[in-house]
C-alpha cells in the first residue's frame, strides 16, 4: 500500500508537469529591451548569448553617451536599441564624437530623427508602424513576409536572405552615400518619389522604364573618424525573439563589434523593473541563500508527501499466548512410553 501511495504521488506530480509545459505560455509584445526581460522583445536570452560569445567582455549599463564620453578608457563597441520617439534623447554630437574616438557604435531604432538624418545626408523612410497590442495578431494572419538581403562583408559571408514579418522593418534608408550597406529590402519606387528624395547617380538604383529599383538599405556602415557607426532600422530584431529566431542576421550584425568590448547601455529606454516583480528577488540574487530557498521548498512538498497519508494510532505488537497443551500431550506421551517399556522390562527378568 506504502509504494502504490508513492507511485501515485509521483504520476501525478509527472503529469502536472507535463500538462504545465504544454499550455500555452502569455507572451506579452510590448518593446521594452530590458536586460531582465524574458519576454519576446526583452533582452535577457539576447544579453546571455552575447555575454557568453563575445570574446573581449559584455556589459549592460544605464549610463548615457555623454557619461560613457567621459571615462576615460580604451575604445569599445556601444550599442543603442530604441522604439517609437525615444531617439529624441540621443545626442547626436556626443554619438559622433564617440564614434570619431574610435569608438564602434551600433545605432538601432524604429526611425531616426531629422537631426541625425541630415547629419549624415541620408533619407529615412517610414516602412511600418509598430503596434504591440496588433502584432501577435499579425503573425497569424499575414502570411507574407519581407526579405532582408545581406550585401555586407563580401569577404566573410557569403550573400543570404532573412525573412521577417512586415513589422519588424520599422523604416528603410534610401541614400547611403559615402555609408557602406550592410542589409537591405529591394522595392519598387515612383519615378517620382525617386527624382525628390533618391540620387539618381547612386549605384544602388537602376532604372527600368517609368520605375525606378531603389535598395532599401535597413542597415549600413557609416565611417566616422576612426570609428564607425552602424545604422539598423530593424531594433526588433535584437531581441529574444530576433537572436532566437533569426541568428545569422543578427549574428553578422553583432559579428562587426566583436573586435572591442562591448557595452550595451539602456540610458535612452524607460526603466522597466522586470525583476522587482518576484517575491523572492533577493534570495534568488544570492547562491547560498537561493539554495536555501530551494532546501526549503523541498521539505515543503516531502512534508505534503508524508503527510497526505491516513494517520490512526500505532497498535503495538503483542505474543500469542503460549499453547501449554503441546506440551502437556509431549509429557503424558512420555509417561505412557516410559510405564509400557518398564512393563516389557520387569515381564522379562519375572520370566
Known sequence: MNRKFWLLIVGLTVLMLVLEYQMPRRFVWEPTFAHADRQPFGCYVFDSVLATTMPHDY????????QLALEKSSPRSIIILQTGYQGQDVNIDTLLALAARGNRI???HSY?????????N??????YYFVASNFQKSLEQINTHDSIFWVGDSALYKPSITRVNPQFINSVILDTIPAVPLAKINNWEDMQ??????DKDSPYMKADSSKIKVADVVALSYPIGRGELILVTTPLLLTNYG????????????NRLKDLPVVRTEAYMPNYDVAESSPFRELLKRPPLRWALYLVLLGVVLLMGFSARRRQRAIPVEKPPHNY????????????????KNKSIWK????
Do not use: W
Not at 556589459?59 to 555623454?66: D, E, N, P, Y
Not at 518619389?193 to 533618391?198: D, S
Not at 541568428?247 to 553578422?252: I, S
Open 112 to 120: 531616426f530623427i531629422d537631426e541625425l538624418c541630415d547629419t549624415l
Open 243 to 254: 537572436i532566437l529566431n533569426n541568428p545569422a542576421y543578427v549574428h553578422r550584425l553583432l
Open 193 to 198: 518619389f525617386a527624382e525628390e528624395h533618391i
Open 348 to 351: 522379562k527378568e519375572k520370566a
Open 106 to 108: 551600433l545605432f538601432a
Open 59 to 66: 556589459t549592460v549599463c544605464r549610463k548615457s553617451l555623454s
Open 122 to 127: 541620408i533619407f529615412c523612410n517610414t516602412k
Open 325 to 340: 497443551q503441546l506440551d502437556f500431550i509431549r509429557h503424558i506421551g512420555t509417561l505412557q512410553y516410559m510405564k509400557q
